[in-house]
């Protein structure tokens, strides 16, 4: 019923040339791959030479970061009709290291949120707890605040093509992967609160994506699970072999 999805976030990672030859490679795998969405997250300068090596090809582009306005004083920032001018049709928004290291808070995640929308752009809307909070018994409490304030204002509409990503900080880049009942445990909890907020019928059709240390030896019991629709994946995606073969999931 909800189509997979697999993500490759390349953080920022690889130059132009390098982007070049790793989608290279990704693309030849990806081809033929008719019942799953693959989306792929270089950083914003290789974008354009992405997507001109992507151009006959089912694979999507995003960016990792969008701003909110389309044009202005907003330095080193980039705008939603700019990214799409590059190729991209969504855009990463609240990943944990823009609100950890830079600062970003729900308010500006949810700005960012709404003019992706505006513009028509997916948000790939992330959240997480970090290890104090899971240890803390707050998890819930976290990613549920997390939810309200970050999709305030999005209308029912714009949410069927919203897609959340959940991903546990203590997971990202650690190696420590969620267990298989975790990750679940936490999508179905998700799923519940998007069913409150915009209704069984959005709930049950919006892609809720897991990410934190997805690799080629679990992504298969991951996407086994009932409420997780996809992976956003980092390590990685940065290799063409092994991103094959979580994009080839079974
Ligand atoms: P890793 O797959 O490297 O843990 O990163 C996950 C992530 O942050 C993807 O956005």
Known sequence: ??????????????SILEAYLLVAEIGKCAAGLKDRDVILAPPNIALNAVSRVLHDSDVLLASQNVC??????????ISPTMVKSA???????GHSERRQIFH????????????ALKFGLIPLFCIGETLEEREGEKTFEVLEAQIRKGLAGVSVEDMATTVVAYEPIW???????????QAQEVHAFIRKLLAE??????????????????????VDELMAQPDIDGALV??????????CRIINFK
Request: without cysteine; hydrophobic residues 40%; aromatic residues 6%.
């Open 1 to 14: 019923m909800r189509r997979p999805l697999i993500a490759g976030n390349w953080k920022m990672h690889t």
């Open 68 to 77: 909110w306005e389309e044009e202005g004083a907003f330095t080193g920032e």
């Open 87 to 93: 190729g991209a049709v969504a855009s990463i928004i």
């Open 104 to 115: 970003e808070d729900d308010e500006m995640i949810n700005k960012r949120v709404l003019g």
């Open 171 to 181: 997971a990202i880049g650690t190696g420590k992967t969620a267990t298989k009942e």
């Open 197 to 218: 907020m915009f209704g069984k019928a959005i709930a049950d059709s919006v892609r809720i994506l897991y990410g934190g240390s997805v690799k080629p030896d679990n």
């Open 234 to 243: 980092g390590g990685a995606a940065l290799n063409a072999e092994s991103f």
